[in-house]
T-cell receptor, first 110, second 110 residues
């Protein structure tokens, strides 16, 4: 079967670092994406990894290991506005179809 | 103006009614998607379209139908709504690795 596993919730204090892991098992793999969704809002794109390694974009970084079917999103210097749900999503074909994980709720406390 | 718009934003309907959710985009993308989101779950793909003449079923298409009226417009219909179709519905577009989501339609079926 197809599955994406990520933790359901992570809590951390402002200024801390949080790592959200994602392991996947899908019928096709072109790359791993991360999306952020604030309560009741639209998901917004954070990053995409097609190749192994670390991609850094400001305070957020994303990592992929294709051989381990594993990736993570690293949130540094946490801010209150980072409280949101974060979804990993596998691009499963050349046309850009995505399969989403269930999401990780990140709670940032003062 | 928003790149991806959805109407209505909220809708309450009764079991057995037919309802249409509409999506429009100004990004000029060929690819459009309809997703459903239930609490605590990720986004599940209902239907997707890679151009005006191309419509494909996603993971959970039963009970839904779609129409791609133009490159910019993609509508989702519930032929006979049932309570377990109560959910948050998102439309999205893409031309590459990033998907752009509309603000969502919150549908309640009583």
């Amino acid at each position: 079967g197809q599955s994406l596993e990520q933790p359901s919730e992570v809590t951390a204090v402002e200024g801390a670092i949080v790592q959200i892991n994602c392991t996947y098992q899908t019928s096709g793999f072109y790359g791993l994406s991360w999306y952020q969704q604030h309560d009741g809002g639209a998901p917004t794109f954070l990053s995409y990894n097609a190749l192994d390694g670390l991609e850094e974009t400001g305070r957020f970084s994303s990592f992929l290991s294709r051989s381990d079917s594993y990736g993570y999103l690293l949130l540094q210097e946490l801010q209150m506005k980072d409280s949101a749900s974060y979804f990993c999503a596998v691009r499963t074909d050349s046309w850009g179809k995505l399969q989403f994980g269930a999401g990780t709720q990140v709670v940032v406390t003062p | 103006d928003a790149d991806v718009t959805q109407t209505p934003r909220n809708r309450i309907t009764k079991t057995g009614k037919r309802i249409m959710l509409e999506c429009s985009q100004t990004k000029g993308h060929d690819r459009m998607y309809w997703y459903r989101q239930d609490p605590g779950l990720g986004l599940q793909l209902i239907y997707y379209s890679f151009d005006v003449k191309d419509i494909n079923k996603g993971e959970i298409s039963d009970g839904y139908s779609v129409s791609r009226q133009a490159q910019a417009k993609f509508s989702l219909s519930l032929e006979s709504a049932i309570p377990n179709q109560t959910a948050l519905y998102f439309c999205a577009t893409s031309s590459g690795n990033e998907q752009y989501f509309g603000p969502g339609t919150r549908l309640t079926v009583t």
